[in-house]
């Protein structure tokens, strides 16, 4: 949107330059112009990297973030069960205390029970071994309700010891979460500051750039320079090959392609026309050199202007000139489209020069 700000006020200069046949500027005050330009653009896209930078770590916070707390969460709910299992294991124990206290109260009341009691009031051998088996079978018992206690004891304090751990590892988290989301919102309050600071430049921008259409204005009453409308192509100015419509919707250079969703190198600019399909002209006098469809840019056109310079115009809806038809500057050559790999009606336009791709708005400035 910034980009596409700057891009916009970038066109209100051209426009300007543009309107007449013959321009009165010098070209110290054009390069200065120019120079500026860019330089801001650069700005621009180095903001618009840092606040990617700071989004992409702000979302991996937030990711880390959400990990922390579904651990949290998970672990609370861990934390009710093992103190469910405690009540239970502590239950069990004053159970298994109050029956062997039982047992020792009746032991106390009645006597202890020895292998003299035993053989002494047996009436005979036969009775003496049947009381004697029914003595094992009290003391088995009591050792069973002992070692039974004992097991009971051990598993309170396992319990204890997972309760303790789980309560220390969910007091950890917790610490960490809140430092992560004091991070993020650091990482936030960033952003909006970078993002203030952009606002700032495009404002600048925008005052500078209505300066400079001032100036302009001004250097047109003083010496004018003239450009033919059929000259070959030698390093001067290119026409605007869409008049009247001047907003820049995708700039040269990297970006994220509409349709694949990957980084890749956009090598011409794309000057929208709101969905309607507007005359293309030819940037200035040339021969044509390609007419038809062209892969992913549809239908295309490119002229050779001479001197290396060679341009295209693409995603077209309709055609008006042939392969080796000489043009002049200005003549309708096409229609705006959306053919081949598009999102909507646009023009798609290319710079070469000696086939390597150039910012078209160094030549159309």
């Given amino acids: ?41 650069k700005k621009l896209e180095e903001g618009k990297d840092k606040e990617n930078a700071l989004a992409s770590q702000v979302s991996a916070l937030e990711q880390q973030l959400g990990q922390l707390e579904s651990a949290i969460s998970e ?33 106390y009341k009645s006597g202890s029970v ?28 009591d050792q069973t309700v002992l070692s039974d206690l004992e097991d009971a004891h051990k598993e309170v304090e396992q319990k204890k010891q997972e309760v303790e751990t789980l309560q220390s590892e969910l007091k950890t988290s917790k610490a960490e979460t809140e430092k992560s989301k004091a991070t993020v919102e650091a990482k936030k309050a960033e952003i909006a500051a970078n993002n203030e600071e952009l606002d700032k430049m ?32 030698s390093g001067g100015i290119l026409a605007w090959p869409v008049p009247g419509y001047g907003r820049i919707t995708s700039p040269f250079g990297y970006r994220i392609h509409p349709i694949s969703g990957t980084r890749k190198m956009h ?34 056109i490119m002229i050779d202007h001479g001197g290396g310079i060679v ?37 798609h336009f290319e710079v070469r020069l000696d086939g390597s791709y150039k910012n078209p708005l160094s030549y159309l400035q």
Avoid at 95 to 103: D, G, I, K, S, V
Avoid at 202 to 229: F, G, M, N, R, T
């Fill in 202 to 233: 495009i404002d600048a921008d925008k005052a500078e750039a209505d300066a400079l259409v001032a100036e302009l204005a001004k250097l047109q009453q003083s010496k004018s320079v003239s450009s033919s409308s059929d000259s070959t192509y």
């Fill in 114 to 141: 020895g292998f003299l009691d035993v053989l002494l009031d047996s009436g005979s051998f036969s009775e003496f071994l049947t009381n004697l088996d029914l003595v094992e079978r009290i003391y088995s018992s």
């Fill in 75 to 107: 672990g609370e709910a861990r934390l009710v069960v093992l103190e469910q299992e405690l009540a239970a294991a502590q239950e069990k124990v004053e159970t298994q205390n109050e029956n062997l206290n039982a047992r020792l109260r009746n032991m």
């Fill in 267 to 300: 090598t011409g600019i794309d000057i929208g026309t709101s969905g309607a399909t507007p005359p293309i002209v030819a940037a200035n006098g040339g021969t044509v050199i390609y007419s038809g469809w062209k892969g992913g840019y549809g239908k295309a």
């Fill in 1 to 41: 949107m910034r980009k596409n700000r700057l891009m916009i006020l970038v066109a209100m200069v051209l426009a300007l330059f543009l309107s007449v046949e013959t321009v009165t500027v010098s070209a110290a005050s054009l390069s200065d112009l120019n120079s500026r330009i860019k330089e801001n653009q």
């Fill in 311 to 347: 341009t295209l115009y693409a995603h077209c809806s309709s055609l008006h000139v042939s392969k080796g038809q000489a043009v002049s500057r200005g003549q309708t050559i096409a229609n705006v489209g959306s053919t081949g790999n598009s999102t909507g009606p646009h023009l």
